[in-house]
C-alpha cells in the first residue's frame, strides 16, 4: 500500500521568502505523485503532478515540485511567497489498482502555509 | 481544466433525517467517482469508489448502508447520508476521472454538512 507523510503540519513564511513543503512518500510501484491547494471550505485545485518523464515539475502559480526517487521525495517550492498563496497543500500518491483498472489516491496530512506579511 | 460541480455547498439537516449530496461532472464523461469526507485540520479520507453503472468499492470501516453511492450515469453520482447524527457532520468531497487510467482527478467544491 502506498502512504504520504507532510512533515510539518504548518508551515510560516514572509512574504517574498522562499516556499518549501516537504513531502514524501513509500509505494511499491512507480507512483504518480500530485500537490493540491485547498482554501477554505472548497474543494481542491491541482498545482503540479508528476506521472513520468522530467523530474522537475511546473505548476500553476508559480510552484514546482521535483521527483526525487533516491530520496522518495515530492517537495513543492515556490521561490517568492505572496499573501494570496496561504492556504492549506495536501501532497498525493496515486498508484493502478489492480482490479478495477483505476487510481487510486491516498493523500498526506496536509500543511497549512501562512504567510507573514 | 475539466468542471466538477458538486451541490449543495453547504446543508444543515436534523438528527434521523436523510440527505443527498449531488457530484456532476460538467464537460466530460466521468468512468469513475470518488467520495472523500475531510475531518477538521485533518486530509482526505476516502470513502467509497464508484464506477458508472456498477455498485460502489466501500473502504474499510465506512457503512455502506449508511452512505449510499449511486453512479447512475457517466456524469453524475450522488451521497446519500441515511438516518444522519451529529458525528456525521463534516467537509464531503467528491472527484471525478475521465476514464480508468487517466492519471488526474478534478474536485468538486465539497458540501459542509451539519446535522443539529
Known amino acids: 500500500a502506498q502512504s504520504v507523510t507532510q512533515l510539518g503540519s504548518h508551515v510560516s513564511v514572509s512574504e517574498g521568502a522562499l516556499v518549501l513543503l516537504r513531502c514524501n512518500y513509500s509505494s511499491s510501484v512507480p507512483p504518480y505523485l500530485f500537490w493540491y491547494v485547498q482554501y477554505p471550505n472548497q474543494g481542491l485545485q491541482l498545482l503540479l503532478k508528476?506521472?513520468?518523464?522530467?523530474?522537475l515539475v511546473k505548476g500553476i502559480n508559480g510552484f514546482e515540485a521535483e521527483f526525487k526517487k533516491s530520496e522518495t521525495s515530492f517537495h513543492l517550492t515556490k521561490p517568492s511567497a505572496h499573501m494570496s498563496d496561504a492556504a492549506e497543500y495536501f501532497c498525493?500518491?496515486?498508484?493502478?489498482?489492480?482490479?478495477?483498472?483505476?487510481?487510486?489516491?491516498?493523500f498526506g496530512i496536509g500543511t497549512k502555509l501562512q504567510v507573514i506579511p | 481544466g475539466a468542471v466538477v460541480s458538486q451541490h449543495p455547498s453547504r446543508v444543515i439537516c436534523k438528527s434521523g433525517t436523510s440527505v443527498k449530496i449531488e457530484c456532476r461532472s460538467l464537460d466530460f464523461q466521468a468512468t469513475t467517482m470518488f467520495w472523500y469526507r475531510q475531518f477538521p485540520k485533518q486530509s482526505l479520507m476516502l470513502m467509497a469508489t464508484s464506477n458508472e453503472g456498477s455498485k460502489a468499492t466501500y473502504e474499510q470501516g465506512v457503512e455502506k448502508d449508511k452512505f449510499l453511492i449511486n453512479h447512475a450515469s457517466l456524469t453524475l453520482s450522488t451521497l446519500t447520508v441515511t438516518s444522519a447524527h451529529p458525528e456525521d457532520s463534516s467537509f464531503y468531497i467528491c472527484?471525478?476521472?475521465?476514464?480508468?487510467?487517466?492519471?488526474?482527478?478534478?474536485f468538486g467544491q465539497g458540501t459542509r454538512l451539519t446535522v443539529v
Open positions: 498525493a500518491v496515486s498508484v493502478k489498482v489492480t482490479f478495477g483498472g483505476y487510481q487510486k489516491v491516498t
Open positions: 472527484s471525478a476521472r475521465g476514464s480508468r487510467g487517466a492519471t488526474e482527478a478534478f
Open positions: 508528476y506521472t513520468t518523464g522530467a523530474t
